[in-house]
């Protein structure tokens, strides 16, 4: 079955280490997206790829990175940086161009605790 | 891009339709607006999506106003697993933007 797919579910990550979270989509979508999902709110964009080898800063991209270099995966690392990692991260892709109507689809997310 | 403004929640009696408003008065001409809604821990759910025209599917309704400033999702017969949290998005070229959202509470 088509889908997005995102691991580990439940990630811990001791103060100081980076930590990287994994997007797998087979669904041939050409966008990708990551956002960050804190206790009540809303979802805020990380960052954001239209193609391979190309991405895009959100909101609340400082102490976070992330590579582009196959279509299906979108991997985000959490660096040390993050002043404060704790969060529901979710993983979201989208097919067709830029703009286009089509809608996105999730993954069911990945809940970092920083202990 | 523009913002969307929705009430932080709503009750809705099981069986009957739930109403959610969404304003998004800086919307663009081409940008569409969206709405996905969200179950506690899960990943947002599309549910449906529409330029000027109102559009139905089999999960709801959505009215825009022929102005495009606002619109309104419509679930017909809501029932206690339709309690989530809807989100009002209007799309822009690269990128959504999701706001707080509607916390829907359907009661038995």
């Known amino acids: 079955d088509g889908g997005i797919t995102q691991s580990p579910k439940y990630l811990f990550r001791k103060e100081g280490q980076n930590v990287t979270l994994s997007c797998e989509q087979n669904?041939?979508?050409?966008?990708m997206y990551w956002y960050r999902q804190d206790p009540g709110q809303g979802l805020r964009l990380i960052y954001y790829s239209q193609i391979v080898n190309d991405f895009q800063k959100g909101d609340i991209a400082e102490g976070y990175s992330v590579s582009r270099e196959k279509k299906e995966s979108f991997p985000l690392t959490v660096t040390s940086a993050q002043k404060n990692p704790t969060a529901f991260y979710l993983c979201a892709s989208k097919f067709g161009r830029p703009g286009s109507p089509t809608e996105a689809f999730f993954g069911q997310g990945t809940r970092l605790t920083v202990v | 891009d523009a913002k969307t403004t929705q009430p932080p929640s709503m009750d809705c009696a099981e069986g009957r339709a739930a109403n959610l408003p969404c304003n998004h008065s800086t919307i663009s001409g081409n940008e569409y607006v969206y709405w996905y809604r969200q179950i506690h821990s899960q990943g947002p759910q599309y549910i449906i999506h529409?330029?000027?025209n109102n559009e139905t599917n089999e999960m709801a309704s959505l009215i825009i106003t022929e102005d495009r400033k606002s619109s309104t999702l419509i679930l017909p017969h809501a029932t206690l697993r339709d309690t989530a949290v809807y989100y009002c998005i209007v799309q822009g070229y690269n990128k959504f933007y999701f706001g707080s959202g509607t916390k829907l509470n359907v009661k038995p």
């Open positions: 529409g330029l000027k």
């Open positions: 669904l041939n979508h050409d966008a």
